[in-house]
């Protein structure tokens, strides 16, 4: 499976964007999928993940209300779609696949299976 984040850029406070990550390959439909960021100087961490069908979605706390991450199985795609966005968002966000369960995708914040490029997402003024 390969992964290709899009969709970053310069964003005010309190504004939205919306992230896109397209896949390639036949497995991507059958596993989980989600975002992941990392700030400098900072560890990467969890931000949403979903499970293979879309029926399931797990958010990390400073995600939660903010931000949906859906899936399209049709396009090979996943999304993240954020509002209200901090400052503090300001991150390289990673989209990412992995075999395993989304609700411990948490835990993998360097150990998912498939990993995209990154896409810069600045929050500022």
């Known amino acids: 499976v390969q992964l290709q984040a899009s969709g970053g850029g310069l964003v005010h406070p309190g504004g939205s964007v919306r992230l896109s990550c397209a896949a390639s390959?036949?497995?991507?439909?059958?596993?989980?999928a989600g975002w992941f960021r990392q700030s400098p100087g900072k560890e990467r961490e969890f931000v949403a993940g979903i499970n293979w069908k879309g029926g399931l979605e797990y958010y990390s706390d400073a995600a939660k209300g903010r931000f949906r991450i859906s899936r399209d199985n049709v396009k090979n795609a996943v999304y993240l779609q954020m509002n209200s966005l901090k400052p503090e968002d300001t991150a390289v966000y990673y989209c990412?696949?992995?075999?395993?369960?989304?609700?411990?995708?948490?835990?993998?914040?360097?150990?998912?299976?498939?990993w995209g490029q990154g896409t810069q997402v600045t929050v500022s003024s």
């Open positions: 390959g036949d497995t991507f439909g059958s596993i989980a």
């Open positions: 990412a696949a992995d075999r395993g369960n989304v609700d411990t995708m948490y835990r993998r914040p360097y150990g998912m299976d498939y």
